[in-house]
Nanobody, 116 residues
Framework: QVQVVESGGGLVQAGGSLRLSCTLS????????IGWYRQAPGKQRDVVAA???????NYDDSVKGRFFISLDNTKNTVYLQMNSLNPEDTAIYYC??????????WGQGTQVTVSS
């Protein structure tokens, strides 16, 4: 059974950093895209950073220069390094893998709260 599990969220003060992790298990297929999304209360879920094969990354303008996505193929794990956090970054962060068989998988989300 394919599973996606995120971790690394928490409470941090403005200006601080967090690193989120997202691990895919139960599949050895390659991927089309891996994305980090976030959803704040009352708002839609939006992509903040995405990693596409063969190694192209894209970022939402609101996080460019502050957030960095990376992939460890050996661990089937994608990371989101978040620096210079501000209260507007407060949200539940989700990871999504779209595999080459066309199926996509979401994690359960991890809460990030930035205090001012």
């Amino acid at each position: 059974q394919v599973q996606v599990v995120e971790s690394g969220g928490g409470l941090v003060q403005a200006g601080g950093s967090l690193r989120l992790s997202c691990t895919l298990s139960g599949s050895s297929l390659g991927f089309y895209t891996i994305g980090w999304y976030r959803q704040a209360p009352g708002k839609q879920r939006d992509v903040v950073a995405a990693f596409t094969d063969p190694g192209i990354t894209n970022y939402d303008d609101s996080v460019k220069g502050r957030f960095f996505i990376s992939l460890d193929n050996t661990k089937n794990t994608v990371y989101l390094q978040m620096n210079s956090l501000n209260p507007e970054d407060t949200a539940i962060y989700y990871c999504n893998w779209v595999l080459v068989d066309g199926y996509d998988y979401w994690g359960q989300g991890t809460q990030v709260t930035v205090s001012s």
